[in-house]
């Protein structure tokens, strides 16, 4: 179901950069019992919706793509899954200082040379500008951005920035943009605030 308006948004967008974003689209991933949220392509439609990467119309016209070639639907769904993983563990094996495999690298390559292909340059307010060719109804296009944002993002020199939640559950990506490159958590008021919880709550059981 497309977004309205009213709607509250189902996803968060902590990680300061779109494909970590996507990466982070699973709750307690590292945890025994990892929440999934793109349970449907009409969830994968939101949270493109809500990363601005489609409008509103843009969301409408791959719905109703959706209905009418389900088995199509059904699959770039789990591209989109596959996808997700094979760039999460691109970041964190440069998170631990270990080489990527190469199966996630030729799958990310494999949906980076797709997307490529629908790319353009556009006049934009301010100069030039990337953009996508008008194919609305390709059912793979939320993954477009996504491909490109990572692509960029590990050819960058923020690349060192890309941290792991520090939480035990958790497992979320993050671009650390803070001043002294100290930041710990994806968000200080979910995993932040209960890491300090529970810290403060182990330190009065020993005072008592």
Request: hydrophobic share 35%; net charge negative; proline share 3%.
């Amino acid at each position: 179901m497309v977004e309205t308006e009213t709607q509250q948004p189902i996803f968060e967008f902590s990680g300061k950069n779109m494909s970590l974003d996507f990466c982070n689209t699973i709750h307690d991933r590292t945890s025994s019992s990892p929440r999934e949220l793109l349970t449907s392509y009409d969830n994968l439609l939101l949270w493109g919706q809500e990363a601005h990467i489609l409008s509103e119309e843009e969301a409408k016209l791959l719905e109703e793509e959706a209905r009418h070639h389900k088995e199509e639907a059904a699959a770039t769904l789990q591209q989109a899954i596959e996808l997700r993983e094979a760039i999460y563990r691109l970041f964190d094996t440069m998170t631990q200082g270990t080489s990527p495999a190469e199966s996630d690298l030729e799958t990310f390559n494999s949906a980076l040379s797709h997307a490529m292909i629908h790319s353009c340059v556009e006049a934009g307010p301010y100069g030039f500008e990337w953009g996508w060719q008008p194919e609305k109804r390709n059912l793979d296009r939320p993954l477009w951005a996504v491909v490109r944002a990572a692509a960029d993002l590990l050819t960058s020199e923020q690349l060192e920035d890309v941290r792991v939640c520090a939480s035990d559950t958790c497992g979320w990506l993050f671009l650390d943009t803070s001043k002294n490159h100290t930041r710990r958590w994806c968000d200080m008021k979910s995993c932040g605030n209960r890491a300090k919880a529970r810290k403060h709550y182990s330190q009065k059981k020993r005072a008592s």
